[in-house]
């Protein structure tokens, strides 16, 4: 019995705090939170659903994300792997199907705008679930499906940018065009 209480204080991260973050992954109240993220003394941690599943790794300086985050199915496989300078989306980021098949790669890069900046996606790639290229070097047709094999979006992309229609699905089946 003695030996249980100094390995349990050898295992127990020093220094930890528990943030709480909504669906945007911004800091909130406990109520509103849709995962919990405990955080260690230099800022990095890991975040969960209140169900206990890791949801990803990454630092928070000032509740802010910063350096390389690793996002997490529920099925333990890598989800996302993206970057931040203190909050702000940065360089390459990439996304996973749960198979371990690569989605769809792009990058983050800072437009200016006037007086000021503002971040904008260029996607490089994007596969379809099973390992079929539809878009290559920013060009071609994205088609999003659902768990059910429905499309739940639809449009095309040049030079890495939206252009064009698009047709989105929500969860109640309503269709939304957009240009």
Same mark, same amino acid.
């Given at each position: *019995?003695?030996?249980?209480?100094?390995? $349990?204080?050898?295992?127990?991260?020093?220094?930890?705090?528990?943030?709480?973050?909504?669906?945007?992954?911004?800091?909130? @109240?406990?109520?509103?939170?849709?995962?919990?993220?405990? +955080?260690?003394?230099?800022?990095? @941690?890991?975040?969960?659903?209140?169900?206990?599943?890791?949801?990803?790794?990454?630092? *928070?300086?000032?509740?802010?994300?910063?350096?390389?985050?690793?996002?997490?199915?529920?099925?333990?496989?890598?989800?996302?792997?993206?970057? %931040?300078?203190?909050?702000?989306? =940065?360089?390459?980021?990439?996304?996973?199907?749960?198979?371990?098949?690569? =989605?769809?790669?792009?990058?983050? +890069?800072?437009? $200016?705008?006037?007086?000021?900046? &503002?971040?904008? %996606?260029?996607?490089?790639?994007?596969?379809? &679930?099973?390992?079929?290229?539809?878009?290559?070097?920013?060009? @071609?047709?994205?088609?999003?499906?659902?768990?059910?094999?429905?499309?739940?979006?639809? @449009?095309?992309?040049?030079?890495?940018?939206?252009?064009?229609?698009?047709? &989105?699905?929500?969860?109640?089946?309503?269709?939304?065009?957009?240009?």
């Amino acid at each position: *019995m003695s030996l249980l209480l100094p390995l $349990a204080y050898l295992l127990t991260p020093l220094a930890q705090d528990t943030l709480y973050l909504n669906n945007n992954h911004e800091l909130c @109240g406990e109520t509103e939170a849709r995962y919990y993220h405990i +955080e260690q003394e230099n800022g990095r @941690g890991q975040s969960y659903t209140f169900d206990h599943i890791l949801h990803r790794k990454g630092q *928070m300086i000032d509740g802010k994300p910063h350096g390389q985050f690793v996002y997490y199915h529920p099925n333990g496989a890598v989800k996302s792997i993206q970057y %931040f300078d203190q909050g702000k989306k =940065m360089g390459r980021w990439q996304w996973w199907y749960d198979n371990g098949l690569l =989605m769809e790669e792009g990058y983050w +890069e800072v437009v $200016a705008e006037g007086q000021s900046e &503002r971040e904008r %996606f260029k996607l490089k790639s994007y596969y379809n &679930r099973i390992g079929y290229q539809l878009i290559k070097n920013g060009n @071609g047709t994205y088609i999003q499906y659902d768990e059910n094999g429905k499309i739940t979006a639809k @449009g095309t992309y040049s030079d890495g940018f939206l252009v064009g229609d698009w047709t &989105r699905t929500d969860a109640t089946d309503q269709v939304a065009l957009e240009d």
